[in-house]
């Protein structure tokens, strides 16, 4: 391998030991800008597969085994296709020389179920994001949540600013904006959290223009990486 198949936003070089997945600037979709470029080693994935695309262009697709990426983990199948990280669409003319590019894939993957471990690296900290209701920030070690007095609930504001650390996180919980509502909710460890986020000062609420997906998704991922080697270390230390 070691060639590049360019495509609609994105580029994909096909390396020895896995894909190397290159957005282009002001081409690719926002999710993938701030994702940036990521490495995924095949034994990542469960799939390759060839689908037909609008407009006569072909779709090469690969599927990341189930707990492989941080990133499809915390979107729980929630991403609209148009956003799907792993989706490269091509000219129908490349339909050939991507099948060659995907026939040699399969050929690399060996197992196909679940990970142990997320075999793909989370995205960058530093993190912030404005939700409705007030601002997230993750510095790799704790998340911060800042409440806004115009968008948080009396329950939240009452709270006041929280600070929780990786320590005391067991996950996140990110729900897509859809229809003016979505949410990010931490798990925190011997809490239960109350049913609706608006009340939940582990969670920040999400509305029109706040919250959005690009910014919100890779922010929970990051924390979701940043937990799990928090717990891998904790499991190894104890050994």
Not at 133 to 157: I, L, N, R, Y
Not at 185 to 205: E, H, M, T, Y
Request: hydrophobic fraction near 40%.
């Amino acid at each position: 391998m070691g060639d590049v198949l360019k495509g609609r936003g994105c580029a994909w070089e096909f390396e020895d030991e896995g894909l190397r997945i290159t957005p282009e600037p002001g081409k690719a979709s926002k999710l993938s800008m701030e994702l940036g470029e990521r490495f995924v080693p095949y034994e990542a994935l469960a799939d390759v597969l060839m689908e037909p695309g609008a407009r006569g262009r072909v779709v090469l697709r690969v599927v990341p085994r189930e707990e492989a990426d941080p990133v499809m983990s915390a979107a729980t199948g929630q991403l609209q296709e148009s956003l799907d990280p792993y989706r490269l669409v091509l000219p129908a003319a490349t339909k050939r020389l991507a099948d060659q590019y995907a026939d040699e894939m399969r050929a690399a993957l060996s197992e196909r179920g679940p990970a142990e471990r997320f075999l793909i690296a989370g995205p960058s900290v530093p993190r912030s994001f404005k939700a409705w209701d007030g601002e997230a920030a993750f510095d790799g070690q704790a998340v911060t949540f800042t409440w806004f007095s115009s968008g948080a609930s009396p329950a939240k504001f009452t709270a006041g600013d929280r600070r929780y650390p990786i320590t005391e996180i067991e996950g996140v919980e990110w729900n897509a904006l859809e229809e003016a509502r979505g949410s990010l909710r931490l798990r925190i460890r011997g809490q239960q959290a109350p049913s609706n986020p608006n009340n939940d000062p582990a969670s920040v609420v999400f509305g029109i223009g706040w919250g959005a997906t690009h910014h919100s998704l890779p922010f929970a991922a990051a924390v979701l990486a940043a937990v799990q080697a928090f717990m891998i270390e904790q499991v190894a230390a104890d050994d």
